[in-house]
T-cell receptor, first 114, second 113 residues
Framework: DQQVKQNSPSLSVQEGRISILNCDYT??????FLWYKKYPAEGPTFLIS?????DKNEDGRFTVFLNKSAKHLSLHIVPSQPGDSAVYFC?????????????FGGGTRLMVKP | KAGVTQTPRYLIKTRGQQVTLSCSPI?????VSWYQQTPGQGLQFLFE???????NKGNFPGRFSGRQFSNSRSEMNVSTLELGDSALYLC????????????FGPGTRLTVT
């Protein structure tokens, strides 16, 4: 039972254009969402997060949008750069957890072409 | 501030053996979580320790265990290794209390032959 899904395993975008990565979730108890970026042979790097009380959070070139009614979030990268080429994971956490436990999607490989 | 460190980075073991992996969190972080990454199952939560106590546990068999020391360093142990345990094992730390953002180490690549 995959509670967090990233339906696009890969995405290819031209440098300078917008990259949009999508994520869907099923567990209505999730109240905090995060995006991580991962290069090969490295651990995931935290990018940006959003609480369920918001519908948008922005940090530089990265913006995350949350649509609670659709149980959908997306990460926008604008403008995309070749260094953004990596695997992106969305993750979710539920307030009812006693501590920290992230549920991850399967990841989307982003390729930004020069 | 130094990041999360994991040792060893690479490990090759034989079926039936046991293995211990180590993780040192970011200084001041008291929560340490472990995840397994495989091509088929993605990133899956193993367990979390906070102040030397296991606070959360994922859906893994009892062969997977862990502990945390008073300095917040953590170890995970896998006994009676199976071929399917071959994976990248990632450790993450987070700050005080219930902090959602977790910061990951580079991982330990375990190969079971």
């Amino acid at each position: 039972d995959q509670q967090v899904k990233q339906n696009s395993p890969s995405l290819s975008v031209q440098e300078g254009r917008i990259s949009i990565l999508n994520c869907d979730y099923t567990n209505s108890m999730f109240d905090y969402f995060l995006w991580y970026k991962k290069y090969p042979a490295e651990g995931p790097t935290f990018l940006i997060s959003i609480s369920s009380i918001k519908d948008k959070n922005e940090d530089g070139r990265f913006t995350v949008f949350l649509n609670k009614s659709a149980k959908h979030l997306s990460l926008h990268i604008v403008p995309s750069q070749p260094g953004d080429s990596a695997v992106y994971f969305c993750a979710a956490s539920a307030r009812n957890n006693a501590g920290n436990m992230l549920t991850f999607g399967g990841g989307t490989r982003l390729m930004v072409k020069p | 501030k130094a990041g999360v460190t994991q040792t060893p980075r690479y490990l090759i073991k034989t079926r039936g053996q046991q293995v211990t992996l180590s993780c040192s969190p970011i200084s001041g972080h008291r929560s340490v979580s472990w995840y397994q990454q495989t091509p088929g199952q993605g990133l899956q939560f193993l367990f979390e320790y906070f102040s030397e106590t296991q606070r959360n546990k994922g859906n893994f068999p009892g062969r997977f265990s862990g502990r945390q020391f008073s300095n917040s360093r953590s170890e995970m142990n896998v006994s009676t290794l199976e071929l399917g345990d071959s994976a990248l094992y990632l450790c993450a730390s987070s700050g005080l209390g219930h902090s959602y953002e977790q910061y990951f180490g580079p991982g330990t690549r375990l190969t079971v032959t």
